[in-house]
Structure formats: C-alpha cells, structure tokens
C-alpha cells in the first residue's frame, strides 16, 4: 500500500543546475494513504530502487561521481545507512538501476558492469556486459532471466537464482 520513488533533476536540461528545478535537494519520496513524504534527501542522485525480499529494507542507488553508494534504508523510519561503497572503483558510470533475488542478493547497474552484492554487502561478483548496464528486469517463466538495458542493447542474462518479481 505504499509507493517509493526517486526524484533526481535527470529530465531537465540544466540537470542539477536547471533553473526550472523545483527543490533544492534530489529525493527519494513515499506515497502512503495519500500523503507524500520526504524519506531522505541525502542522496545527490537517487537512482534506483529494490526492496530486500522480506521488504526490511529499501535499497536506493546513488548517481553521484563523488559518492558512488547503495544506501540500505528502514523504509518506515527514513534511517538509512551506506551498504556498499563503490566511489573508488574504475569506470565510468554510476549507480543506475538496482534488482533483488529471491535470496537478497543485489545487481546493482554501477561502474564497469552489474555488481552482485550480498545481503550481507560483500561483493560476490562483477558481471561484465560489451557495454555499460543502465537497468534491469526479471523475466521468463521462472524468474531466472536478467534482462539488461545499455544504450544500444538489451541483454539477457540466464541466473541461477529466480529474482524478485511483481
């Protein structure tokens, strides 16, 4: 009954200093009976959302050159905390788009491919793509397809574990 979602200046042409920007700060908001909250505005670019599979957690990404984060949050109380840091890894991009197994692992779109986090924020593993991820989708008829968007292609990828899925 509740609904999250980022708010990062992204659409507007100026981006972070477009002057038709309407708040001062990027946020990640909540939809509860109607009302809309702030849960935190901290975040630089809130990109990407994911729930842990028994929904204790918010993941949210960070599109931010100089925090590249997954911050892991309460979503009742707003309290968050960094759960992996990837500001100094190499490549290009930042945090895009973020999905949860039925297991908690993380694939989070980030630099240089799709980190695989544990639920614990270890790092499993980094799958490499021709190019750089932007976001993701479960699929087929188990749940074990990764779909993958870039700029040019869209991937799937053939998983072990079936991911979360609506």
């Not at 890894?89 to 930042?94: I, Q, T």
Request: with cysteine.
């Amino acid at each position: 009954g509740t609904l999250f979602f980022t708010d990062p200046p992204f659409g507007l042409p100026g981006q972070f200093d477009d002057p038709e920007k309407e708040l001062p700060f990027s946020g990640v908001f909540r939809v509860r009976d109607g009302e809309v909250s702030l849960l935190t505005g901290e975040l630089e670019g809130p990109n990407g959302l994911a729930f842990s599979p028994d929904e204790r957690w918010l993941y949210v990404g960070n599109w931010d050159f100089e925090r590249i984060v997954v911050m892991r949050y309460d979503p009742d109380t707003g309290e968050g905390e960094v759960f992996f840091d990837m500001t100094d890894a190499p490549g290009e991009d930042a945090i895009d788009g973020i999905k949860v197994d039925r297991e908690g692992n993380l694939y989070v779109c980030g630099p240089g491919g799709i980190w695989v986090l544990s639920p614990e924020g270890e790092r499993l593993g980094l799958l490499s793509l021709p190019e750089d991820p932007h976001n993701l989708a479960w699929g087929g008829e188990d749940g074990c397809d990764l779909y993958v968007t870039a700029l040019t292609s869209v991937y799937r990828m053939r998983l072990g574990i079936p991911g979360l899925r609506p």
